[in-house]
C-alpha cells in the first residue's frame, strides 16, 4: 500500500496569534466559526501559511484553542488521534502533544469542545462501541478525567455541548446524557477536580521518579511510564435519557451534536435503516432534568444537528451519511422548529437536491447551509424562502462558517470558496491540495481564527 500523505493546511491574508475564547460547541457559536475575536476573515484569495503533514486521517472539524488548533483523526488500522498544532507561522515545533493509541482505544472524529482551558471530546464510529469521553488539559494533553460508556451501537461522534457548568452530549443509542464535570469519583470516592488535579500530578511524578531509577539501575529494561497507568477519575452522570433503559424499544440514535437554549436539550435523534431501530425526530427535553418537552418528527434523518436561531431551531436533514458512494440520489430536507412547543414554523422537505450532512450556520436573518449537491445555499429564517444559491464544482460535506459578510466553505476536493453572504456570489476559491501539494479531501468544516482560515483534509482512497 501506498504511504497515505495527509495533512491540515492553513490559510490567510492576516498574520498574527490567534487568541480564540471557548469553544463551547460543535465549531464554536450559530455561525460556526471561531471568529470570537472581532477580526473579519480574508476577504482576497489568501496563501498557504504552513502546512503539517501525517498519515492519519483528518477527518473531522477542528477546534480552536490559546495559540493553537486541535484536529482529530483517524489513525492506522482505525486507531483514534487527537493532534495540537500550534498556530504561528513561525512556530519553532508545530505539534505541541498528541494522543493515540493505547491512551485512546477507538477512532476519533469527534471535534473536541474546549472551554476554560479544558479538552473535551469522545471516541467511537457507528461500526464501534463502549466509547470514552475524555477531559484533558489543552496545554500538555494530560488527563483530567474519562467517562466509559459501555455497550452495543454507542459511539460519540458528535461535538460535547457545555452549558451553565454541564456537558451535554448524544452517545448513539446511549440518547443524550448529561454530566457535572466538577464533581468526581476516583476509587468509588468522590472528590472536587481541584483535588483530582494534585492526586493526579503526584502519581505522575511518582511513576516518573521509578523510571529514573529503574534507568540507573538497568537502562536496558527501564520502561517509561505511561498515562495508563494513571488514576482514571470519572465525572458524575447527572441524567441520561433516551437509551433502552429510558424508552425501550423506541431507542433515540445520536450521532451529531446537541444544542442548548435555556432550558432546553435539543437533540437530533435517526432511525437506523440497516439495524431497523432509532426514532427519526428532533427531541427537546429539560436541560436541568432530561425530562421530555416535546418531539417533532422529521421525513430524513437529521444527521447535520440542530442549530438554534433565536426562537427556531434549524435541523439539516440528509437521505445519507458521509459516504461518498451514495452521493448520487442523495436527498436533503431544511426544518425550522419554533422551539415553545416543537411545531414546524416552516420545511422544505426534499426541496434540497442533495443532503445537508453538516450543522448550518446561522447569521443575520440568513440560514446558510451546503450540501452534497455542490451547492451552498442561504434561506431566510423567517419563512424558509430562498435568499440566494451558489453552485461550486463538487459535493460538500464540510459545512460552511460565516464571517461578517463572508461564508466559508471547502468542498470533497479540497477547494476553499468564499461566497458573499449577501449574494451568494463567488469572492474567491483557493485549491488547498494543489497549493499544499498535496491532493485530499476536505470532510470537515473550516473554521476562522485570527483572521486565519483553518482546513484539514484527509486522503482516504490513497491506495497503491
Known amino acids: 500500500m501506498k504511504r497515505i500523505s495527509v495533512l491540515a493546511a492553513v490559510l490567510g491574508l492576516m498574520v498574527g496569534a490567534a487568541r480564540a475564547a471557548d469553544w463551547p460547541t460543535a465549531r464554536g457559536n450559530g455561525e460556526r466559526t471561531g471568529n470570537v475575536d472581532g477580526q473579519a476573515g480574508p476577504v482576497n484569495a489568501g496563501k498557504v501559511l504552513w502546512v503539517f503533514e501525517s498519515t492519519d486521517q483528518f477527518v473531522g472539524s477542528l477546534s480552536p484553542g490559546e495559540n493553537m488548533v486541535f484536529a482529530p483523526a483517524l489513525g492506522a488500522l482505525q486507531s483514534g488521534a487527537m493532534h495540537a498544532l500550534a498556530t504561528d507561522a513561525g512556530a519553532p515545533k508545530r505539534e505541541l502533544w498528541m494522543k493515540t493509541q493505547p491512551f485512546l482505544k477507538l477512532p476519533t472524529v469527534s471535534a473536541p469542545a474546549v472551554v476554560g482551558g479544558k479538552l473535551y471530546f469522545g471516541d467511537g464510529m457507528h461500526q464501534n462501541e463502549s466509547p470514552v469521553l475524555y477531559c484533558l488539559e489543552a496545554v500538555g494533553g494530560r488527563l ?39 464533581k468526581l469519583t476516583l476509587d468509588g470516592k468522590d472528590v472536587d477536580a481541584a483535588a483530582v ?7 505522575w511524578k511518582e511513576l516518573q521518579d521509578k523510571y529514573e531509577a529503574d534507568k540507573k539501575k538497568d537502562p536496558d529494561f527501564a520502561i517509561p511510564p505511561s498515562e495508563d497507568q494513571l488514576p482514571k ?19 433515540w440514535h445520536i450521532d451529531s451534536p446537541v444544542a442548548v437554549s435555556g432550558d432546553n436539550v435539543l437533540v437530533a435523534s435517526a432511525y437506523l435503516d440497516d439495524e431497523k431501530m432509532g426514532d427519526r425526530a ?39 451519511r458521509f459516504d461518498p458512494q451514495l452521493i448520487p440520489g442523495a436527498k436533503g430536507e431544511i426544518v ?37 449537491d455542490k451547492k451552498i445555499t442561504a434561506l431566510n429564517l423567517d419563512d424558509g424562502t430562498l435568499k440566494w444559491e451558489y453552485l461550486g464544482k463538487a459535493p460538500f460535506f464540510g459545512g460552511p462558517a460565516i464571517v461578517g459578510d463572508m461564508v466559508y466553505a471547502a468542498d470533497l476536493n479540497g477547494v476553499l470558496q ?37 482546513v484539514a483534509t484527509c486522503n482516504l482512497e490513497a491506495a497503491a
Open 144 to 182: 483530567i478525567w474519562q467517562l466509559s460508556l459501555p455497550g452495543p451501537l454507542i459511539h460519540l461522534e458528535g461535538t460535547p455541548t457545555l452549558a451553565g457548568g454541564r456537558v451535554y452530549l448524544g452517545g448513539g443509542n446511549a440518547g443524550v446524557f448529561c454530566i457535572d464535570p466538577e
Open 197 to 203: 488535579a494534585q492526586i493526579m500530578a503526584a502519581k
Open 233 to 251: 477519575p470519572a465525572p458524575k452522570m447527572l441524567w441520561q435519557t433516551g437509551s433502552h433503559k429510558q424508552v425501550g424499544d423506541k431507542v
Open 282 to 320: 428532533l427531541q427537546c427535553v429539560s436541560a436541568a432534568t432530561g425530562a421530555p418537552k416535546w418531539r417533532a418528527e422529521l421525513k430524513l434523518n437529521p444527521w447535520a444537528g440542530p442549530t438554534v436561531a433565536g426562537d427556531v431551531a434549524v435541523v439539516g436533514c440528509s437521505s445519507i
Open 336 to 372: 425550522a422548529i419554533n422551539l415553545a412547543d416543537g411545531k414546524p414554523k416552516w420545511s422544505k422537505p426534499f426541496a434540497v437536491g442533495g443532503g445537508v450532512v453538516s450543522p448550518v450556520a446561522v447569521a443575520k436573518k440568513l440560514a446558510v447551509f451546503t450540501s452534497t
Open 418 to 454: 468564499a461566497v458573499n453572504l449577501a449574494d451568494g456570489k463567488l469572492s474567491w476559491k483557493l485549491d488547498i491540495g494543489k497549493e499544499a501539494k498535496a491532493p485530499g479531501n476536505v470532510y470537515g468544516s473550516p473554521i476562522v481564527v485570527g483572521g486565519k482560515i483553518y
